[in-house]
Each structure stands twice: as structure tokens, then as C-alpha cells.
């Protein structure tokens, strides 16, 4: 839905959240085109670090089915 500079009439810039649109422009974000370009090495110290994040992920994921 897009919205114009009237509809905010007497409202400052700051007064109204920012849309996505307009995060995404002033951040210049562009789409993810492989996974491969949000791999990063170092992200992890060791293979238990890894293990605990993910039995930490599996634990929240879990925690409200219960």
C-alpha cells in the first residue's frame, strides 16, 4: 500500500514510522541472490559452539509446541 507525504500532514518525519520501502532505499538492501553470499567463516569458534547454537534454535523452535 503506498502512501503519500499528505497523508501526514502536520506530522514530522520523525512522528511516523519509516515504511519498509523507504528503510530499504535509505539502507540500500538488495536481495539475497545465493546463500552462499551470507556464508562467513570464523562465525563459530569451535564444533560445541555450533552444537549449542543449534540445540539452542531447537529448543525455541520447540518451546511452544509443547
Given amino acids: ?4 507525504n499528505t ?3 502536520g506530522e514530522s518525519p520523525e512522528a511516523r514510522p519509516e515504511s519498509i ?3 530499504v532505499k535509505r539502507k540500500g538492501i538488495r536481495p539475497v541472490k545465493s546463500i552462499e ?3 562467513q567463516d570464523g562465525v ?3 564444533d560445541e559452539e555450533v552444537e ?3 540445540a539452542h534454535v531447537y529448543a525455541a ?3 511452544d509446541l509443547a
Avoid at 1 to 4: E, G, K, L, N, Q
Fill in 37 to 39: 553470499d551470507m556464508a
Fill in 1 to 4: 500500500m503506498a502512501t503519500s
Fill in 61 to 63: 523452535r520447540h518451546a
Fill in 44 to 46: 563459530f569458534e569451535s
Fill in 7 to 9: 497523508d501526514y500532514a
Fill in 21 to 23: 520501502d523507504e528503510q
Fill in 52 to 54: 549449542q547454537f543449534l
